[in-house]
């Protein structure tokens, strides 16, 4: 089976600090790793993706992937209150011409001013 | 671009009745689309899948015949809840595969909170 696991938090950063956010998963064929965030009683917003190992930037979000390792982070940079929410990290894995893509539980951010 | 939409956004009926829930792309076709269910402080859990065309594929514990899913055209994709009950009460999110590539990113509705009393 599948797994997509997050420390639940709550993470707790102050303002202007840099939130790391960690993420393993187990299936080693996986592809593409994805990035949401969700406010308390919204939807999830997709903020990154990133499909090959290193680094890939966008704005304050950084999103490193490590396949060797079946690891994927998000950084934040200068952190905001408006940051604090969930955030769930996402694997999409194809297997016979199906893709699944597989949440894992989030990790709560708190960012304090 | 990339834009999902969910009608209603927040429902609240009796016990008994069903309840239609619309979930359209907005500016993309999306031949897959996928319904979710999230209760408070929990985790998203798949529902079920929806193909174009062809019949949804429910997730292990979804009952098929209480969840209706039709995906009629390639922007639409309604989910049906009959015979609602409170435990029925939910928060009911679809979101949209975005062909873009390899990449397929999904994309999420606003969601609808669905009541029942």
């Known amino acids: 089976q599948k797994e997509v696991e997050q420390n639940s938090g709550p993470l707790s950063v102050p303002e202007g600090a840099i939130a790391s956010l960690n993420c393993t998963y187990s299936?080693?064929?996986?592809?593409?790793f994805f990035w949401y965030r969700q406010y308390s009683g919204k939807s999830p917003e997709l903020i990154m993706s990133i499909y090959s190992n290193g680094d890939k930037e966008d704005g304050r979000f950084t999103a490193q992937l490590n396949k060797a390792s079946q690891y994927v982070s998000l950084l934040i940079r200068d952190s905001q209150p408006s940051d604090s929410a969930t955030y769930l990290c996402a694997v999409m894995s194809s297997e016979s011409g199906y893709s699944t893509l597989t949440f894992g539980k989030g990790t709560m951010l708190l960012v304090s001013p | 671009g990339a834009v999902v939409s969910q009608h209603p956004s927040w429902v609240i009926c009796k016990s008994g009745t069903s309840v239609k829930i619309e979930c359209r792309s907005l500016d993309f076709q999306a031949t897959t689309m996928f319904w979710y269910r999230q209760f408070p402080k929990q985790s998203l859990m798949l529902m079920a899948t929806s193909n174009e065309g062809s019949k949804a594929t429910y997730e292990q514990g979804v009952e098929k015949d209480k969840f209706l899913i039709n995906h009629a055209s390639l922007t639409l994709s309604t989910l049906t809840v009959t015979s609602a009950h409170p435990e029925d009460s939910s928060f009911y999110i679809c979101s949209a595969r975005h062909p873009q590539g390899a990449s397929y990113e999904q994309y999420f509705g606003p969601g609808t909170r669905l009541t029942v009393t």
């Open positions: 299936d080693r064929v996986s592809q593409s």
